[in-house]
T-cell receptor, first 109, second 116 residues
Framework: GESVGLHLPTLSVQEGDNSIINCAYS??????FIWYKQESGKGPQFIID?????DKRQGQRVTVLLNKTVKHLSLQIAATQPGDSAVYFC????????FGAGTILRVKS | DTEVTQTPKHLVMGMTNKKSLKCEQH?????MYWYKQKAKKPPELMFV???????INESVPSRFSPECPNSSLLNLHLHALQPEDSALYLC???????????????FGPGTRLLVL
């Protein structure tokens, strides 16, 4: 399930299930979007990007969907593994890169 | 190789100390960045260097002083910091750093700073 409160939103999924992490961005002038994964004690790690002239892009086990009409971005992770546990940030770029609030993904074995 | 290195990994300093954070990349990138990240928050942009020139300063207090000796190196000089400056300081690099340029930023592991 997903919870929002004083802490970062958390998504808990069972190992092997698919995960969907959502992000609402704010600047309609942003034309480039990136998903980053940040594990504890590490810097953000690039996962996948998408340009505003696309609405879907697929990588290895990951898919990013972009809906410019409602300014929404999502990251789908197929067959989620324990190693996917981390904080996931979407980031939008216009003149500079601006990060969203982040979502904690917890994978239960 | 998409590696950005940062030293030190951890730093504890008093409010009267002067210290420096260092960042290095060997990807041939011409843009380098400093971000500040507080616990459970997203990274926030502090400075951008593009072609060794400071292009963005996000109204950062003067107790933080960036320096870009060459396109591979980026320093952040710290002086008279406050306890609220304690955070993870992240360095990143990208190919050009030009406004509205659609390019990926690659991040280092960060320096965890504690100001006492």
């Amino acid at each position: 399930g997903e919870s929002v409160g004083l802490h970062l939103p958390t998504l808990s999924v069972q190992e092997g299930d698919n995960s969907i992490i959502n992000c609402a961005y704010s600047n309609s002038a942003s034309d480039y979007f990136i998903w980053y994964k940040q594990e504890s004690g590490k810097g953000p790690q690039f996962i996948i990007d998408i340009r505003s002239n696309m609405d879907k892009r697929q990588g290895q086990r990951v898919t990013v969907l972009l809906n410019k009409t409602v300014k929404h971005l999502s990251l789908q992770i197929a067959a989620t593994q324990p190693g996917d546990s981390a904080v996931y940030f979407c980031a939008e770029k216009g003149n500079k890169l601006v990060f969203g609030a982040g979502t904690i993904l917890r994978v239960k074995s | 190789d998409t590696e950005v290195t940062q030293t030190p990994k951890h730093l504890v300093m008093g409010m009267t100390n002067k210290k420096s954070l260092k960042c290095e990349q060997h990807m041939g990138h011409r843009a380098m960045y400093w971000y500040k990240q507080k616990a459970k928050k997203p990274p926030e942009l502090m400075f951008v260097y593009s072609y060794e020139k400071l292009s963005i300063n996000e109204s950062v207090p003067s107790r933080f002083s960036p320096e870009c000796p060459n396109s591979s190196l980026l320093n952040l000089h710290l002086h008279a910091l406050q306890p609220e400056d304690s955070a993870l300081y992240l360095c990143a690099s990208s190919q050009e750093g030009l406004a509205r340029y659609q390019e990926t930023q690659y991040f280092g592991p960060g320096t965890r700073l504690l100001v006492l």
